[in-house]
T-cell receptor, first 112, second 114 residues
Framework: NAGVTQTPKFQVLKTGQSMTLQCAQD?????MSWYRQDPGMGLRLIHY???????DQGEVPNGYNVSRSTTEDFPLRLLSAAPSQTSVYFC???????????FGPGTRLTVT | DQQVKQNSPSLSVQEGRISILNCDYT??????FLWYKKYPAEGPTFLIS?????DKNEDGRFTVFLNKSAKHLSLHIVPSQPGDSAVYFC?????????????FGKGTLLTVNP
């Protein structure tokens, strides 16, 4: 049972490039979410999904797209990277009707 | 508008002593609270939680206290160990249609000195 996995661990992008951060979980959790962590800012919710085919915006959604075609996978897409998107990104999942979220190890993204 | 506040960015304690981490919230709809622990280069891991129907929850060396009237909760670690050195995030959620979304504080870096 791998839990929540994220790839890549590190990524450097140039301004304007696009990329997809991958997230997968093997716990059959319906709820998945993406957070970003910035120094002194805590964890802020970007997008979340309550099940396959259903996504919604969180606190800081601008510049990011998500889709949920399967229960297991929840990729986060940066369409045109900006330096303001330099951050550490965490994917999380939880069981339905539970508050406790399980986090992946994170992706450290630098946009130059 | 920061709804969950951890006003101490850092805390340093001696091994064996008590660590007290504090958290304040402003949203009166919050009714479930969690503490997460985060080591460098790892994702946060769940530590302990408390529902608003309780004022205390204990799990081994970790106890969370909730003061609803003051909108304040605290995490007590007794005795503190060097392995407890990490960033601790307080999180809160409002049930009832909110999809159990968590609002996090900025975190407190705890350093336990041997």
């Amino acid at each position: 049972n791998a839990g929540v996995t994220q790839t890549p661990k590190f990524q450097v992008l140039k301004t304007g490039q696009s990329m997809t951060l991958q997230c997968a979980q093997d716990m059959n959790h319906e709820y998945m979410s993406w957070y970003r962590q910035d120094p002194g800012m805590g964890l802020r919710l970007i997008h979340y999904s309550v099940g396959a085919g259903i996504t919604d915006q969180g606190e800081v959604p601008n510049g990011y797209n998500v889709s949920r075609s399967t229960t297991e996978d929840f990729p986060l897409r940066l369409l045109s990277a900006a330096p303001s998107q330099t951050s550490v990104y965490f994917c999380a999942s939880r069981m339905d009707n539970s508050y406790e979220q399980y986090f992946g190890p994170g992706t450290r993204l630098t946009v130059t | 508008d920061q709804q969950v506040k951890q006003n101490s960015p850092s805390l340093s304690v001696q091994e064996g002593r008590i660590s007290i981490l504090n958290c304040d919230y402003t949203n009166s709809m919050f009714d479930y609270f969690l503490w997460y622990k985060k080591y460098p280069a790892e994702g946060p891991t769940f530590l302990i939680s408390i529902s608003s129907i309780k004022d205390k929850n204990e799990d081994g060396r970790f106890t969370v206290f909730l003061n609803k009237s003051a909108k304040h909760l605290s995490l007590h670690i007794v005795p503190s160990q060097p392995g407890d050195s990490a960033v601790y995030f307080c999180a809160a959620s409002a049930s009832g249609g909110s999809n159990y979304k968590l609002t996090f504080g900025k975190g407190t870096l705890l350093t336990v000195n041997p």
